[in-house]
């Protein structure tokens, strides 16, 4: 069992900086998904715990970086360059024993609460 919990949201302005930490009770596959008001949950990053390799949707591609350190046992998103249209709740993700395609939220079993963030412009 996979316990996670998210940190580092806040409020930023446009063109600003954050990092979201992700502290797991575990290691497995990683996700990073958002979900803005009246939208679905949308992928953004994924990582393999064991060999670090990294995937990224293309609309943050460039702009955020996915990575983890092992002796944490902490998944980070840091978050450059952000804009008002990454406003939304930024959950953190393990993919346990679930066999969805990682880009999908069914690629899941464990989830974190979610943190806010804010990009005003």
């Known amino acids: 069992q996979v316990q996670l919990v998210e940190s580092g949201g806040g409020l930023v302005q446009a063109g600003g900086s954050l990092r979201l930490s992700c502290a797991a009770s575990?290691?497995?596959?990683m996700g990073w998904f958002r979900q803005a008001p009246g939208k679905e949950r949308e992928f953004l990053a994924a990582?393999?715990?064991?060999?670090?390799?990294?995937y990224y949707a293309d609309s943050v591609k460039g702009r955020f970086t996915i990575s983890r350190d092992n002796a944490k046992n902490t998944v980070y998103l840091q978050m450059t360059r952000l804009k008002p249209e990454d406003t939304a709740v930024y959950y953190c993700?393990?993919?346990?024993?679930?066999?969805?395609?990682?880009?999908?939220?069914?690629?899941?079993?464990?989830w974190g609460q979610g943190t806010q963030v804010t990009v005003s412009s």
């Open positions: 993700a393990a993919r346990g024993s679930a066999s969805g395609p990682y880009y999908t939220v069914s690629g899941y079993k464990y």
């Open positions: 575990g290691r497995t596959f």
């Open positions: 990582i393999f715990w064991s060999g670090g390799s990294t």
